[in-house]
């Protein structure tokens, strides 16, 4: 297996991890994994995430709480779907009260 491919199996066993109706950044992902600087690279995961059922994506913003990643997901506002089926609130591709849904895989790992 490829470094690189490793790297993206530990992204996605997190991912795996987040609660139903949190979300987390790609940055503490990458610090969860020891790799302070590599929320890019957390990134590329994510975006080659799209055909796996079992990893929910679209809990995973950027640490201001947008959805960058929405343009990844089939549909208009899926993205944006899936998380308000989980009662997180988006407005203006944003989600609103990011403290209090945010999970630090640091702290709940």
């Known amino acids: 297996m490829k470094k690189s491919d490793n790297f993206f199996d530990k992204v996605y066993t ?3 991890n987040i609660p139903f ?3 987390t950044s790609y940055g503490a992902i990458g610090a969860y ?4 600087k590599s929320a890019r690279m957390v990134g590329w ?11 929910p994506a679209h809990r995973v913003v ?8 929405k343009h990844h997901f089939d ?12 009662g997180i609130v988006v407005v203006d ?3 609103q009260d990011l403290e209090k849904v945010f999970w630090n895989p640091l702290e709940e790992l």
């Open 14 to 16: 997190v991912v795996r």
């Open 75 to 86: 549909g208009t506002n899926l993205m944006q779907q899936l998380l308000e089926n989980e």
């Open 93 to 95: 591709n944003q989600i």
């Open 33 to 36: 994994l020891g790799a302070v």
């Open 62 to 69: 950027n640490r201001k709480g947008l959805l960058t990643g």
């Open 45 to 55: 995961a994510m975006n080659k995430a799209h055909n796996l059922e079992d990893v």
């Open 21 to 23: 109706g949190r979300v």
